[in-house]
C-alpha cells in the first residue's frame, strides 16, 4: 500500500520569500506522485506531477519539485512566494496499475505574510 | 470541454434524511472517482467506476451508502439515513486509465459541501 506524509499542516512565509512544502511517500513500487492544490470551498487544482521521466518536475504558477529516490521526498518549493499562493496544498500518490486511486497527505495550509 | 461539474454545491439536510449528489465528468474520460474530504484531512477515496462498472468501494463506504454510474456518463451518490458524521466535502473526479493518459492525472469538480444538523 501507499502513502503521504506532508510534514508540518501550517507553513507561513514572507511575501517574496522561498517557499518549500514538504512531502514523503512510501509505495513498494515506483510511485506516481501528484501536488494539488486547494482554494476555500472549491476543488483541487493540479499543480504539477511526476511521472518517472524527469526528476525536476515543473508545474504551474512557477512551482517546482524535486523527486528524490534516495529520500523517498517530493518536495514543492516556489522562489518567490506571492499573496495569492495562500491556500491549502496536498501531496498524493498513485500506482501504475489496479484503481489508480489518488492517496492524499493531510495537506499543508500555507500563509503569505504581507 | 467544460470540465467536472457537481451539483449541488452546498447541502443542509436534518439527521436521518436522505440526499443524492451528481458529478458530470470530463466526457472522454472513462473512470470516476468519488472522494470525500474532513475538515483538516487529505481526500479520503470512496468509490471508482470504469464506464458504467463500480469496480472497487473503500471499507469506508457503509450501507447507507450507494453510488452508480448508468451509461457510464455522469454518477449520483447517495446516502441514506444521514448522521452527523457524514458531514464532509464529497469530490468527484475523473480521468482516463494511467496507460492512456501517461500520468493518471484526475480531474476534480468542485465538490458537494454537506452539512447534517
Known amino acids: 500500500a501507499q502513502s503521504v506524509t506532508q510534514l508540518g499542516s501550517h507553513v507561513s512565509v514572507s511575501e517574496g520569500a522561498l517557499v518549500l512544502l514538504r512531502c514523503n511517500y512510501s509505495?513498494?513500487?515506483?510511485?506516481?506522485l501528484f501536488w494539488y492544490v486547494q482554494y476555500p470551498n472549491q476543488g483541487l487544482q493540479l499543480l504539477l506531477k511526476?511521472?518517472?521521466?524527469?526528476?525536476l518536475v515543473k508545474g504551474i504558477n512557477g512551482f517546482e519539485a524535486e523527486f528524490k529516490k534516495s529520500e523517498t521526498s517530493f518536495h514543492l518549493t516556489k522562489p518567490s512566494a506571492h499573496m495569492s499562493d495562500a491556500a491549502e496544498y496536498f501531496c498524493?500518490?498513485?500506482?501504475?496499475?489496479?484503481?489508480?486511486?489518488?492517496?492524499f497527505g493531510t495537506g499543508t495550509r500555507l500563509t503569505i505574510i504581507p | 470541454d467544460t470540465g467536472v461539474s457537481q451539483d449541488p454545491r452546498h447541502k443542509i439536510t436534518k439527521r436521518g434524511q436522505n440526499v443524492t449528489f451528481r458529478c458530470d465528468p470530463i466526457?472522454?474520460?472513462?473512470?470516476l472517482y468519488w472522494y470525500r474530504q474532513t475538515l483538516g484531512q487529505g481526500p479520503e477515496f470512496l468509490t471508482y467506476?470504469?464506464?458504467?462498472?463500480?469496480?472497487?468501494k473503500s471499507r469506508l463506504l457503509s450501507d447507507r451508502f450507494s453510488a452508480e454510474r448508468p451509461k457510464g456518463s455522469f454518477s449520483t451518490l447517495e446516502i441514506q439515513r444521514t448522521e452527523q458524521g457524514d458531514s464532509a466535502m464529497y469530490l468527484c473526479?475523473?480521468?482516463?486509465?494511467?496507460?492512456?493518459?501517461?500520468?493518471?492525472?484526475?480531474?476534480f469538480g468542485p465538490g458537494t459541501r454537506l452539512t447534517v444538523l
Open positions: 498524493a500518490v498513485t500506482l501504475n496499475f489496479g484503481n489508480e486511486k489518488l492517496t
Open positions: 511526476y511521472t518517472s521521466a524527469a526528476t
Open positions: 467506476f470504469q464506464n458504467e462498472a463500480q469496480l472497487e
Open positions: 509505495s513498494s513500487v515506483p510511485p506516481y
Open positions: 466526457s472522454e474520460h472513462n473512470r
Open positions: 473526479a475523473s480521468s482516463l486509465p494511467l496507460s492512456t493518459s501517461g500520468s493518471g492525472e484526475q480531474f
